[in-house]
């Protein structure tokens, strides 16, 4: 059987290395112009991302959310730091509750115009989770533990990635909203949608994991 599977690999590299790959003749076309005027997003990234590789961009967000069940697994018989240290000294709080505040405006600048310019649901839940981040080396523990509860940021986690599971398979479906006028908010159908979806899920996913590493670990 192992023959079997040497013949298959080189009649594979074979393949790869003598066989000429067949390319289409792009000289009249441009693939960003493309996927701009398919799309409707002057931001070729958000429309590939969102459109082009959705299917790609699904299991993305499945990904990141089995690693944040997988932190809370691993460490659920762990026993509890004894004592967490914060800041506490004034500039190092004001600095970091700064940078919190730049960090949660640009998420959420990203959010709602990342399909418009450089930017996107990815980064602005990293910008997100930054700012919480920051806040969490500033605040304590149990402060941030019962805001989480009190939002009920675990279940609009949850609800943020049906949400955009059952957008996205809507879409690849066939069945997408109307475009609108390119370069303005509310252009490109579905899109500025899952960019705020995608969001809400990887700041409030990354709150989470904070909070279960600095309740087993403490701040490192």
């Given at each position: 059987m192992k023959w079997i599977y040497i013949a298959a690999g080189i009649a594979l590299y074979v393949k790869f290395m003598v066989l000429p790959n067949p390319a289409a003749d792009l000289s009249d076309m441009s693939i960003v112009e493309s996927v701009v005027q398919d799309s409707g997003v002057p931001n070729a990234v958000s429309g590939i991302i969102f459109r082009n590789r959705l299917y790609d961009t699904i299991f993305e967000v499945v990904v990141f959310s089995i690693a944040i069940m997988g932190a809370k697994f691993l460490l659920a018989d762990e026993k509890p730091f004894c004592t967490i240290y914060q800041f506490t000294d004034k500039p190092s709080i004001v600095l970091a509750r700064l940078g919190a505040t730049i960090a949660a405006l640009v998420g959420i600048e990203l959010a709602i115009r990342g399909h418009l310019s450089p930017g996107g649901g990815f980064a602005a839940?990293?910008?997100?989770?930054?700012?919480i981040g920051l806040v969490a080396i500033t605040s304590s523990f149990q402060w941030m533990q019962g805001f989480y509860k009190r939002w009920?940021?675990?279940?609009?986690?949850?609800?943020?990635?049906l949400i955009f599971i059952v957008l996205a398979v809507i879409t690849l479906t066939g069945v997408?909203?109307?475009?609108?006028?390119?370069q303005t908010l509310v252009s490109a159908a579905v899109i500025p949608?899952?960019?705020?979806?995608?969001?809400?899920?990887v700041a409030l996913?990354?709150?989470?994991?904070?909070?279960?590493?600095?309740?087993?670990?403490g701040l490192l």
């Amino acid at each position: 059987m192992k023959w079997i599977y040497i013949a298959a690999g080189i009649a594979l590299y074979v393949k790869f290395m003598v066989l000429p790959n067949p390319a289409a003749d792009l000289s009249d076309m441009s693939i960003v112009e493309s996927v701009v005027q398919d799309s409707g997003v002057p931001n070729a990234v958000s429309g590939i991302i969102f459109r082009n590789r959705l299917y790609d961009t699904i299991f993305e967000v499945v990904v990141f959310s089995i690693a944040i069940m997988g932190a809370k697994f691993l460490l659920a018989d762990e026993k509890p730091f004894c004592t967490i240290y914060q800041f506490t000294d004034k500039p190092s709080i004001v600095l970091a509750r700064l940078g919190a505040t730049i960090a949660a405006l640009v998420g959420i600048e990203l959010a709602i115009r990342g399909h418009l310019s450089p930017g996107g649901g990815f980064a602005a839940g990293v910008a997100g989770g930054t700012a919480i981040g920051l806040v969490a080396i500033t605040s304590s523990f149990q402060w941030m533990q019962g805001f989480y509860k009190r939002w009920q940021a675990a279940r609009w986690e949850k609800v943020s990635v049906l949400i955009f599971i059952v957008l996205a398979v809507i879409t690849l479906t066939g069945v997408e909203l109307p475009q609108g006028e390119l370069q303005t908010l509310v252009s490109a159908a579905v899109i500025p949608i899952l960019n705020i979806l995608v969001a809400v899920k990887v700041a409030l996913g990354s709150w989470a994991v904070i909070l279960v590493f600095i309740h087993h670990r403490g701040l490192l």
